[in-house]
């Protein structure tokens, strides 16, 4: 598992993004660890530059994109 980014969200605690393979990975304040594939660096960099990493992700990835749980 990739070391993750620490941030100030009140819904994630960690993430990272893999450009050579677009795998975004997050871990939730509320539990669980997950990789979304197909994730560009554009659409991570929106994520991590938006006022709430919460509500954007979960505007912009829960639906468009199928988590797999890692940790």
């Known amino acids: 598992m990739p070391k993750l980014i620490e941030c100030d969200s009140s819904a994630i605690s ?10 975004l990975t ?8 997950y990789q979304f594939p197909d994730v560009t660096v554009a659409q991570y960099n929106a994520l991590v530059n938006a006022k709430s990493m919460g509500a954007h992700f979960a505007r912009h990835f829960n639906k468009q994109h199928t988590g797999i ?3």
Do not use: M, P, Q, Y
């Open 14 to 23: 960690g993430h990272h993004h893999d450009a050579e393979t677009n795998t």
């Open 26 to 33: 997050i871990r939730f304040r509320n539990g669980g660890t």
């Open 69 to 71: 749980k890692v940790g």
